[in-house]
């Protein structure tokens, strides 16, 4: 019988592979190269590494960079916008930013397409959706023809208004599909991002018709080779939102998987804190090309409902990362006489020059070597031996320039790398109010534990968390979510004047398209739920907070309006530190999210030591310009409760975690290493 639950996720480096054996209870993690040329190569070699027999899954979920590569690229299909005659210019209009209203020197984000390529079309809607003039379809019909004729690879669709009423849009994609064929990309701004703002929804739509046929031929091409090998268990999707879809739904709706990959280690972020009791946590992923941060606040995910990626908007249900280029594969370079790190990577191809696969610039990865950081014959599991002598060569060609000799070169590498990675983690704690010190640092990523007690340190966070797999933990992560729909209406009414009965009867109606939505993708009656809530802006306002509501029926309750009011007031002080009790509000959205449940993986117990003692020996590393006589351990020889000083390495299959002097390092009852700095233990 089918017994796997298995997750992927690719990152630039390597494929992490996490197999949950439900018969035994056990969890196996894995990793095997990225294959950049043909990424579902390295995701069927690492489910064969791990799984005898692939029709043994049972539960398959996968984080795709596919999207959001092809963004970050450039390398998405050429894309043909229909805009309404007369506003066309939209999107290249675009919005400029508050934040850089006194910059001399901004510069707009470069868009996706060029002005030639947009179409104005004849027709027209109010502001309430009603018809002022029919949609030009002889105008949609020549748009179809010249997307053949000049090689457009998608069409996006925008026309004002469309929100409201989708009559014209979805007129306008059958009409290019008679032009175009039935699997041609056509992405539809009401479709991709039912929301008001018409720059925003028009991004939305042109993102997601750029990016999606490469994800669409991705998945299907993935799907094909799972098929062929026996499995019969239905591929899903990680979502940016931190749910999951079936990969026939994500095919539909490309857009939201865009940040698929990074989000995995999220949601295991939020699986740890309901286990660990620690209800505020930082996670920070650092893999070979990029770091990742996230918060769990109060136990939950920070989502938004709008995300930015280098500088273009996009609406829609996603969790709050930010991201900057470091990794173990971040490139050391000079730039004026300064020593600068990333964002350029050296990938899994050459990838850092101590893999020996022909790279020769000195990366994050060659400094942890040479320092004795990393243990070259036990790297990712033993799967790559790593050249030292390679490493200090280059190295030198930096160093040399720089008057540094090798090891003092690693160690700059490092400490750049390091305040890179810290100012991300203030980027988005500090400057939005939040205390790192409150906070708990999660280390994961293949090279995540190896920088974060640095990190932790720098910042004045007390305790550095290292899970299970931590090189794996996002496809762990991905585990433990659920399927997850997002539904949206615009809805603007001032408090004032909201119909309480008419805004409970159109939550209840979202609620029950919601969890009809459900049924497709194979969710159980019993297991489907749903979560209302609301965006609320003070009047004139133009960004909004959301408003979380008990039910779609809390709107005919007692005093709704007055208790909404004082909710939202709370969460902007919180937010903002000030707010405004008994000004006027007024609403701009409701949100139902429709949720299926997949069933909670229980966090298996470590086994707890029978000793104090623990198989280890002792090597040189340095710290701090010292060579230090060092605990070197293999994480599959501590058992709960272990506990020893730093400085300490601790080697594993998908991860190696670096422990400075001055710290502590104990492992609990889930197998986490619990790292502290010496003054704080106990507290």
């Known amino acids: 019988m089918p017994n796997y639950r298995v997750s992927m996720d690719i990152g630039g480096t390597f494929t992490d592979i996490v197999a949950y054996d439900q018969h035994a209870g056990t969890y196996t993690a894995t990793k095997s190269s990225t294959t950049p040329g043909n990424l579902s190569a390295g995701v069927i070699a690492g489910l064969e590494s791990i799984v005898d027999d692939l029709s043994d899954i049972e539960f398959l979920v996968h984080g795709t960079t596919q999207g959001l590569n092809a963004f970050l690229e450039r390398r998405g299909v050429p894309v043909l916008l229909l805009a309404t005659a007369g506003v066309e210019d939209t999107y290249h209009i675009a919005r400029g930013p508050r934040l850089e ?28 959706g009603l018809e002022i003039r029919p949609l030009d379809e002889v105008a949609v019909r020549q748009a179809g023809r010249r997307a053949v004729a000049e090689g457009y690879g998608a069409v ?54 750029y990016t999606g046929p490469v994800v669409r031929n991705y998945l299907l091409d993935l799907e094909k080779k799972l098929g062929d090998r026996g499995v019969e268990a239905p591929l899903h999707i990680m979502q940016s939102s931190g749910g999951v879809l079936t990969a026939e739904s994500a095919r539909k709706r490309p857009l939201q998987t865009l940040l698929s990959g990074p ?23 650092m893999g070979g090309t990029s770091f990742d941060v996230s918060l769990v606040v109060d136990g939950k995910p920070d989502v938004s409902t709008e995300a930015h990626l280098e500088g273009l908007p996009m609406l829609m249900s996603v969790v709050n990362i930010h991201t900057v280029g470091a990794g173990g594969g971040s490139v050391a370079w000079l730039e004026a006489g300064g020593l600068r790190v990333g964002p350029r990577s050296a990938g899994a191809t050459p990838g850092p020059a101590c893999y020996g696969r022909g790279g020769t610039e000195p990366t994050v990865t060659d400094a942890n070597l ?31 320039r720089l008057g540094l000799d090798p090891i003092a070169m690693a160690e700059g590498i490092c400490d750049v790398a390091n305040s890179q990675m810290a100012q991300a983690i203030r980027t988005i704690t500090i400057s939005r109010g939040i205390e790192p010190r409150d906070f708990a640092l999660v280390a994961f990523g293949g090279a995540g534990p190896m920088h974060a007690v640095f990190l932790a340190k720098e910042l004045g966070i007390p305790e550095t968390v290292v899970p299970r797999f931590p090189g794996a933990f996002s496809a762990w992560g991905m585990l433990q979510t659920n399927i997850r729909k997002d539904f949206s209406e615009p809805y603007f009414y001032l408090d004032e004047d909201i119909d309480v009965a008419h805004m409970a009867g159109v939550l209840r109606s979202m609620e029950s398209e919601g969890l009809s939505s459900l049924a497709s993708e194979g969710v159980p009656e019993d297991s489907r739920l749903t979560n209302a809530s609301v965006d609320v802006r003070y009047q004139s306002q133009e960004f909004s907070l959301n408003v979380p509501l008990a039910s779609a029926d809390e709107p005919e309750s007692t005093d709704f309006v007055a208790a909404l009011a004082s909710r939202f007031s709370a969460m902007y002080h919180e937010r903002y530190g000030h707010s405004n009790l008994g000004a006027p509000i007024e609403i701009v959205a409701l949100r139902t ?91």
């Open 593 to 683: 999210q429709a949720v299926g449940d997949l069933g909670r993986l229980d966090a298996p117990r470590f086994a707890t030591a029978q000793s104090a003692e623990f198989k280890h020996e002792i090597r040189p590393v340095v710290f701090e310009h010292i060579e230090h006589q060092t605990t070197v351990v293999r994480r599959d020889d501590l058992a709960a409760g272990h506990a020893f000083e730093g400085p300490a390495i601790i080697v594993e299959q998908t991860a190696t975690t670096v422990v400075p002097p001055g710290f502590d390092v104990i492992v609990d009852e889930f197998g986490s290493l619990i790292i502290r700095t010496q003054d704080v233990e106990g507290n």
């Open 370 to 400: 040479v320092l004795g950081r990393v243990d070259p014959d036990w790297f990712a599991g033993g799967q790559v031996s790593l050249d030292r002598e390679a490493a200090i060569a280059a190295l030198k060609t930096v160093g040399d």
């Open 156 to 209: 996006a669709v925008a026309f004002l208004f469309s929100y409201k009423n989708p009559a014209h849009e979805l007129r306008a994609r059958e009409i290019l599909l008679e032009e175009l064929g039935e699997d041609f990309t056509v992405s539809l701004s009401h479709e991709a991002a039912k929301e008001w703002r018409e720059y925003e929804r028009t991004s939305s739509a042109v993102v997601e018709a």
């Open 101 to 128: 209203l006194y910059n001399a020197q901004y510069r707009k984000p470069s868009p996706l397409l060029e002005r030639k390529d947009v179409i104005g079309v004849g027709g027209r809607l109010d502001g309430q």
């Open 263 to 285: 989000v995995g280690g999220a949601m295991g972020d939020v699986e740890l804190a309901g286990v660990s009791g620690n209800r505020n946590l930082i996670g920070v992923d």
